[in-house]
């Protein structure tokens, strides 16, 4: 990439940072009451993307090879545990994340 390229790529990405973190506020303002469709977005989105990342977090797995995904099965269910226990998602995300990679790593 040329100098010239990699300036209106960085710029490019700034601008779609700061469009998609200011765009917001200027559509839905404070003192307006937020549509209906946009609230129901923020209640049914996130479940979506954890359904999204579970499946695609296992379509490669296979019961009949190797470890036969118990790997898999142990961090799904510490991270269900650990989200019914604090509700939250990055704890959970993380907590499964790291015991994914300690059992592959270590243990299988």
């Keep these: 990439m040329t100098l010239t390229e990699q300036i209106i790529t960085i710029a490019m990405v700034v601008l779609g940072t700061l469009i998609t ?3 917001p506020f ?5 003192g307006k009451p937020t ?13 979506a993307v ?17 470890s036969h995904g118990i790997p898999e099965l142990i961090a799904i269910a510490v991270t269900a545990g650990l989200h019914l226990w604090k509700r ?13 990679m300690l059992l592959v790593q270590l243990v299988f």
């Design 21 to 23: 973190r200011f765009l």
């Design 26 to 30: 200027l559509v839905f303002p404070a």
């Design 35 to 47: 549509p209906k469709f946009v609230q129901y977005l923020g209640k049914v989105l996130p479940p």
């Design 50 to 66: 954890f359904g999204m990342l579970i499946i695609y977090c296992l379509k490669n797995v296979s019961v009949f090879a190797g």
């Design 88 to 100: 939250q998602m990055l704890l959970s995300i993380a907590g499964g994340t790291i015991v994914y």
